[in-house]
């Protein structure tokens, strides 16, 4: 059972312009989500959260959007630069005494000089 | 501020052998988590330390357990390994004082199993 979804595998844009990754959650519980750039061959690199209570945090190129009654989140990196170019996993938090991350399958975003 | 240290970065294994992962949170953070990364299955929890305490677990067979010292250095082990285990594996540590905690990753273990 897929509690965290990011449908698209893959997602490439021209340099400058805004990328959008796209996640899907099916647990209403969910306290925080949190996004996560990869590397290859490196750990996880934490990005930017978003309280369930809000609908949107910023930080600096990276803003998340979070709509609870769509159960959807989305990260907007504008200007994208070619160093984006990683693969993003979404994660969500279900609160309690833990802190148990339960990951979206990833999305690799390519962006073009 | 040094970061999360796991060690050894890369192991070769066979099957049935048993092996055992060690990872060095951030200094003061007391809960360890950790991951394991595969190509079929993602990004799975395994389990969570807090304070020498086992404080939650994934859905992973007893053949995986771990254990947290004092210092909250912790260490994963692996007992009578498949060749499904082979995988990236990931520590993370953690400040849990505040409404959101950001875990911070280590740069992981890649583990075969032949």
């Known amino acids: 059972d897929q509690q965290v979804k990011q449908n698209s595998p893959s997602l490439s844009v021209q340099e400058g312009r805004i990328s959008i990754l796209n996640c899907d959650y099916t647990?209403?519980?969910?306290?925080?989500f949190l996004w996560y750039k990869k590397y290859p061959a490196e750990g996880p690199t934490f990005l930017i959260s978003?309280?369930?209570?809000?609908d949107k945090n910023e930080d600096g190129r990276f803003t998340v959007f979070l709509n609870k009654s769509a159960k959807h989140l989305s990260l907007h990196i504008v200007p994208s630069q070619p160093g984006d170019s990683a693969v993003y996993f979404c994660?969500?938090?279900?609160?309690?005494?833990?802190?148990?991350?339960?990951f979206g399958t990833g999305t690799l975003l390519a962006v073009q000089p | 501020k040094a970061g999360v240290t796991q060690t050894p970065r890369y192991l070769i294994k066979t099957r049935g052998q048993q092996v055992t992962l060690s990872c060095s949170p951030i200094?003061?953070?007391?809960?360890v988590s950790w991951y394991q990364q595969t190509p079929g299955q993602g990004l799975q929890f395994l389990f969570e330390?807090?304070?020498?305490?086992?404080?939650n677990k994934g859905n992973f067979p007893g053949r995986f357990s771990g254990r947290q010292f004092s210092n909250s250095r912790s260490e994963m082990n692996v007992s009578t390994l498949e060749l499904g285990d082979s995988a990236l594996y990931l520590c993370?540590?953690?400040?849990?004082?505040?409404?959101?905690?950001?875990?911070?990753f280590g740069a992981g273990t890649r583990l075969s199993v032949l």
């Open positions: 994660a969500a938090v279900s609160g309690g005494a833990t802190n148990k991350l339960i």
């Open positions: 978003i309280s369930s209570i809000k």
């Open positions: 330390y807090f304070s020498e305490t086992q404080r």
């Open positions: 200094s003061g953070h007391r809960s």
């Open positions: 993370a540590s953690s400040l849990t004082t505040g409404l959101i905690n950001i875990q911070y």
């Open positions: 647990n209403s519980m969910f306290d925080y």
